[in-house]
């Protein structure tokens, strides 16, 4: 770095620092005080900033406005390589529990799956919802769960509205790691009355 620019830096330094205190303080009315409260906010499902990248469009490259600039070269059957993987895995899967609330072969079997998803989707909105033909069987199952204990919660929690649902082992969508509190605790400045 040039001398000039190790000076400015430091008077920019020096003169953020004389303000700072004031531009945190703040303006409580009488009868008031600034305490610490909880919120939540809802886990992503998935690192949004990754989504649809592979490690080639992560690494910093001068182009993209980055200070370092990484080239690769390599063979472009590399490239097309890790495209198709990306592609074939774009849904991760792992083994799981779901309930089972219909499994028919009747001809009707088609329309009532059909009507048996769309009332599950009423009734248990947050759920999700599986209806799949695998011949010759109409099969809707729901939920993805890692154990079978939270697979019989969901079970109890339907058998009124599905008296004949059963739990089953299957291939699931790779669910939020703690499906019950999906959220991130942080905690924020709120004012309150004095004394309460």
Not at 87 to 114: H, L, P, W
Not at 126 to 150: C, L, M, Q
């Amino acid at each position: 770095m040039k001398r000039t620019e190790i000076l400015f830096n430091l008077i920019i330094f020096l003169i953020a620092g004389i303000y700072a205190p004031a531009a945190f303080a703040q303006t409580v009315p009488d009868g008031y005080e600034m305490v610490d409260s909880v919120v939540y906010r809802p886990v992503a499902a998935v690192d949004s900033t990754l989504a649809g990248k592979d490690i080639f469009h992560i690494l910093p490259s001068k182009r993209a406005g980055d200070d370092a600039d990484v080239q690769i070269r390599q063979s472009q059957e590399i490239m097309s390589s890790m495209r198709q993987h990306i592609a074939s895995n774009s849904k991760r899967t792992s083994s799981g529990y779901r309930v089972r609330i219909f499994f028919d072969n009747k001809q009707t079997a088609r329309t009532e799956s059909e009507k048996t998803l769309k009332r599950f989707k009423e009734l248990f909105p947050g759920v999700a919802a599986y209806r799949i033909y695998a011949n010759p069987y109409f099969k809707v199952t729901v939920g993805d769960f890692r154990t079978k204990s939270e697979a019989m919660a969901l079970l109890t929690r339907i058998k009124g509205a599905f008296p004949s649902a059963f739990v089953v082992k299957e291939s699931i969508e790779y669910p939020v790691v703690d499906s019950d509190n999906a959220v991130i605790a942080d905690t924020v400045k709120v004012m309150r009355k004095v004394g309460k």
